[in-house]
Every structure is written in structure tokens, then in C-alpha cells.
Nanobody, 114 residues
């Protein structure tokens, strides 16, 4: 059974930083492409960044230069470091594989005030 547990969300002022973490179980973690997604109220979920098994990373244009995704295969965790946050980054952030499984976690809510 796949379980994904996100943490680290919160309220931050524009220009601030947050680091999200996700603990995964029930998957062959080290062999999977892992991704962070986000969903703002009234909008579709979108992929923000992903990291391959070898560490190759890719970012959505909105995240490039500001977000950093990293993985720890020993701890089955994936992180998303976010800097220079903007109000448009406010959303609930989720981790999952890419392509995603159906087992979405509760997410980590990020609110960026202007």
C-alpha cells in the first residue's frame, strides 16, 4: 500500500522560504521518478518539479531558479526547497511518483502573503 506524507507547509511572506518534505512507503523508492505537484483553489493540479532515480531534475518554468528538489533514497524522502516565494505559489503541495499513483497524501498547504 502506497503512503505519501507531506510536511513543512505554512504561512510565509513574499520573498520568504520554505522547505517541504515527503516521506514515502509502499513503493520501490530508489527506482522511481519522484515529483512535487501543487493545486491552488479552483485550479487543476500541476507538476512543479521532478527528480529521477539518478538525480536528474526538471522544473516547471514557474519554479525554475527558485525551487530545488532533492531526494534521500536511504530515508525514502523527497524534499522541495522553495525560495523567493510569491503569492502565486500559494497552494497545497503534494508529492507523488511521475507518472503519479492514485495514492495522494493530505498535502502541505503553503500560503504566501503579499
Amino acid at each position: 500500500q502506497v503512503q505519501l506524507v507531506e510536511s513543512g507547509g505554512g504561512l510565509v511572506q513574499a520573498g520568504g522560504s520554505l522547505t517541504l518534505s515527503c516521506s514515502a512507503s509502499g513503493i520501490n523508492f530508489s527506482s522511481k521518478i519522484l515529483a512535487w505537484y501543487r493545486q491552488a483553489p479552483g485550479k487543476q493540479r500541476e507538476r512543479v518539479a521532478f527528480i529521477g532515480p539518478s538525480g536528474h531534475t526538471s522544473y516547471d518554468s514557474s519554479a525554475k531558479g527558485r525551487f530545488t528538489i532533492a531526494r534521500d533514497n536511504d530515508k525514502n524522502t523527497v524534499h522541495l526547497q522553495m525560495k523567493n516565494l510569491e503569492p502565486e505559489d500559494s497552494a497545497t503541495y503534494y508529492c507523488n511518483t511521475f507518472p503519479s499513483t492514485e495514492a495522494w497524501g493530505q498535502g502541505a498547504r503553503v500560503t504566501v502573503s503579499s
